[in-house]
């Protein structure tokens, strides 16, 4: 897809991933100082006090190559894996709540820009979920990347003329379900990160894929919060370039 791109055009869209990236990495060390004083930073980031208290207050912004490293550091003491585990009940049949993770506004948006960086520097033009629980994670990270967000829904809505469509199995209940979005929504141009909240079978998601397929579009990545284990890696029809990023493995 990059090749039918015009050197301008990838110029300009390197540039505003890295932009996004280094954006995000503010808000990161913003977060941090809630918990941190300034010189306990200094010593975990190995920058000075002066130079973390100019990127906090939006003084000046760190370069890709400070953002990466400052953004490393961080990760290791303001982490999403330990709050999402701290959130998740599990019961007696191994199930959880997601409330917690999908009604909570400031996570989303942390995970959203925890998307942000694992996929700089990739193309993407859209983000692609299904719903209902993914949508608002999915929205968050439209928003950070400033792209368009699509929802498949399992219904045709009435004003839409013409739909692509994926119909696959449950296999804990043996049922079939098809998922739609509307034949204009996703272009050939196009690059689709998927995200949802949670993966456990991989089954829905490898439904998205398939509808990006089928709009002969280019797959940019998978994203999640959580993951219940990883077989499901292996049912899907995956790309061998394209990332899969979970925050959160469980099992």
Known sequence: MLAD???DEIKTSTHAED???RLATVELLRTAKKHYTYRELALKTDLPVTVLSRYAKGHVLPNIDRARQLWDALSKIIGLESEFKRRIRLNS???FDNTLLVGDIILLRQAANYAITKFAGKRITRVLTAAVDGVPLATMVANALG???????TTKEVGVSSFIEETYVLSDSGYTLTLYIPRDSIKKRDSVLIVDDIIKSGETQ???LN?????KAEV???FTMISIGDTWIK???IPLDCPVEVILRLG
């Open 220 to 222: 940019a990545g998978i």
């Open 5 to 7: 791109l015009t050197s």
């Open 211 to 215: 509808l990006v397929y089928k709009a």
């Open 147 to 153: 792209v368009n967000l699509v929802v498949a829904k």
């Open 235 to 237: 049912r899907m029809n």
């Open 19 to 21: 932009l996004k990236f």
């Open 206 to 208: 490898n439904a998205l």
């Open 93 to 95: 049949e191994g199930y």
